[in-house]
Nanobody, 127 residues
Framework: QVELAESGGGSVQAGGSLRLSCALG????????LGWFRQAPGKEREGVAG????????????YYTDSVKGRFTITDDAANNVLYLQMNNLKFEDSGVYYC????????????????WGQGTSVTVSS
């Protein structure tokens, strides 16, 4: 069983920053990656940032969707079982519900095909 609980969402003006947190529980150590997704009203859920867990020759490090590169940073505090998403220089189009997610298969991780989800936290960026 996997447990994911997001927090840290809120309202911010464009250009501002927020840090999202995701408390991790259960069989996280058996997973291949952790990530953040978002869903804006009327749009499909999209992968935002991901980070691989453990050592792998083929799949390692963190990865981002193009629209957030250079602005968002995903970090994994393994000692405290918390996943973070630092979001800087926020834009109106970053608004949406943000979900923490995890997946066992690194291959599925690489295509944003995650299997386990939190309940989400809402981010609103005003222009």
């Amino acid at each position: 069983q996997v447990e994911l609980a997001e927090s840290g969402g809120g309202s911010v003006q464009a250009g501002g920053s927020l840090r999202l947190s995701c408390a991790l529980g259960g069989l996280i150590s058996s997973m291949g990656c952790l990530g953040w997704f978002r869903q804006a009203p009327g749009k499909e859920r999209e992968g935002v940032a991901g980070i691989y867990i453990g050592d792998s020759v083929t799949y390692s490090g963190d990865y981002y969707t193009d629209s957030v590169k250079g602005r968002f940073t995903i970090t994994d505090d393994a000692a405290n079982n918390v996943l973070y998403l630092q979001m800087n220089n926020l834009k109106f189009e970053d608004s949406g519900v943000y979900y923490c997610a995890t997946e066992m298969s690194r291959v599925r991780c690489s295509t944003w095909n995650y299997g386990y989800w939190g309940q989400g936290t809402s981010v609103t960026v005003s222009s």
